[in-house]
């Protein structure tokens, strides 16, 4: 089996300062590709909500490319400063702390992630018109499921219903590894 690939060095860089914060809740390498990945893909502005100690962040500058943008924002002000730290010379991303409806002021916005550790914070009548036309968001943290309707712990999961059915989303969840799905939703 061969090594995976080596991290970037802004995402080492942000693993680093989580463990420092004492930080644990982070967004995962598969995750993190994806993001890069999209990022890649996008111009303008994007957005993150729930930055943390921003390695979902890192992620996403690791693949930014033509001069886009990216403004994320934490509630947490250790967090958020600690973040800070990361991108204090990086023209390219802006670390508010402040609540992730901060953000409005801002967009329209080319990509979302929204990262909050709590999907269901953030529904989709709440960021549509955050995203310019075919704009992308990404939410992570679900558990795959391959029933329908979507099940977790018990009930129907009503998040992940909402975003795959929305007429004015194309998205599709996507399995990131054997015990974790993001979910893609680009904006029509």
Do not use: Q
Not at 24 to 47: I, K, P, S
């Amino acid at each position: 089996m061969s090594a995976p690939p080596e991290l970037p060095r802004i995402v080492s860089r942000a693993f680093d300062v989580s463990r420092k914060a004492g930080y644990v809740g982070f967004c995962r390498n598969e995750t993190g590709r994806l993001l890069a990945a999209l990022a890649a893909t996008r111009g303008g502005t994007m957005a993150e909500f729930g930055t943390g100690c921003g390695v979902g962040t890192a992620w996403l500058r690791s693949g930014v490319r033509n001069g886009a943008r990216i403004i994320t924002a934490e509630l947490n002000p250790k967090l958020a400063t600690a973040a800070a730290e990361i991108f204090e010379d990086d023209d390219h991303v802006e670390v508010l702390e402040a609540d992730w409806s901060t953000l409005h002021e801002r967009g329209p916005y080319s990509l979302i992630f929204l990262d909050s550790g709590d999907p269901g914070s953030v529904r989709v009548d709440a960021v549509v018109d955050l995203l310019e036309p075919g704009g992308i968001v990404v939410l992570d943290d679900f558990t795959p499921c391959e029933l329908w309707p979507p099940i977790a712990y018990g009930r129907v999961d009503t998040l992940r219903e909402e975003w795959l059915t929305d007429e004015r989303f194309t998205a599709v969840e996507v399995m990131i590894a054997s015990d974790a799905s993001a979910i893609i939703a680009t904006r029509r």
